[in-house]
């Protein structure tokens, strides 16, 4: 895997502007990295290609990347029963969505993985396609802020919280994004970054009032930001561990299927997700 970092001093880091993970950047040392904002998907994209050098990738790309990746102190995102906003918004219940157009954000590339795992064994949905948003559907999977202004919103009578049917399919937390580097990236300034995201994550946490006053608005109060923010985990333990090895389990016996277009997963057949 080769790089296409320009020349630099600083690492080139993912910024997820979720409010899921403000945390990490709030007490970001000015100057500590070259942050660029993406959207999951395409981050994990410009890490593969060397365009950035670290972020926050979803978990199903980590799987993939494999060895061209490591682990930036153990700080993630992870919720242990409810994501609050990783949503499977319908007009109809799950059990009569057989057959299906699911319409899906082309940010994700997690959680429309979870959403397979779920329809195939905890749902049973079945001959179901995922589509683009602009296409005609009943069903619609949104993640992050938008997932918050959609709930509040009220449009669908139905919503499924996938980290809660995780957890009832599996009894443990679910990861949706890790902190990672690539490993070709320069080793001292990753011990640094590394170093540096440890603090601020800590820093960040304790300044959950200032994130509150910033981040409340017409959808969010900021008591609403409050309890969203620490319902999640950011450090991750033997627990989240547990749940990500399973999640890697239970999506290695799905047909390999990456959403890099939205056809019918079940029919597709792409990249295989590493084992080991």
Not at 106 to 122: D, G, V
Not at 141 to 157: C, E, F, N, Q, R
Not at 176 to 181: D, G, L
Not at 189 to 208: C, H, N, P
Request: net charge negative; proline share 5%; glycine share 6%.
């Amino acid at each position: 895997m080769t790089t296409n970092r320009p020349e630099s001093h600083l690492l080139r880091v993912g910024h997820m502007t979720y409010l899921n993970s403000e945390v990490f950047y709030r007490k970001l040392p000015i100057g500590s990295c070259d942050l660029v904002a993406m959207p999951p998907r395409a981050m994990a994209a410009a890490v593969e290609q060397g365009e950035l050098d670290a972020g926050p990738l979803p978990i199903a790309e980590i799987f993939r990347l494999g060895d061209k990746i490591r682990s930036l102190g153990n700080l993630g995102v992870a919720s242990n029963g409810p994501a609050m906003s990783v949503f499977l918004f319908s007009h109809k219940p799950v059990e009569d969505l057989s057959g299906s157009d699911v319409a899906v954000t082309t940010h994700t590339a997690t959680s429309i993985q979870l959403l397979r795992i779920l329809f195939a064994e905890l749902w049973n949905v079945v001959d179901h396609n995922f589509v683009e948003m602009s296409d005609g559907h009943d069903v619609a999977l949104v993640i992050g802020d938008p997932a918050l202004s959609m709930l509040a919103a009220g449009d669908y009578k139905h919503q499924y919280d996938l980290g809660s049917a995780w957890k009832t399919l599996t009894g443990s937390p679910f990861v949706f994004a890790e902190w990672v580097v690539r490993a070709d990236a320069p080793a001292d300034l990753a011990r640094q970054f590394e170093k540096d995201l440890i603090e601020a994550t800590e820093r960040g946490f304790d300044s959950i009032d200032e994130i509150c006053r910033i981040r409340a608005n017409d959808v969010m109060s900021e008591s609403d930001v409050r309890t969203y923010v620490r319902n999640f985990s950011y450090f991750l333990g033997s627990s989240e561990r547990s749940g990500q090895q399973e999640f890697k389990s239970r999506l290695a016996q799905l047909p390999a299927w990456r959403p890099t277009s939205l056809t019918n997963p079940n029919s597709t057949t792409t990249e295989a997700i590493p084992t080991s």
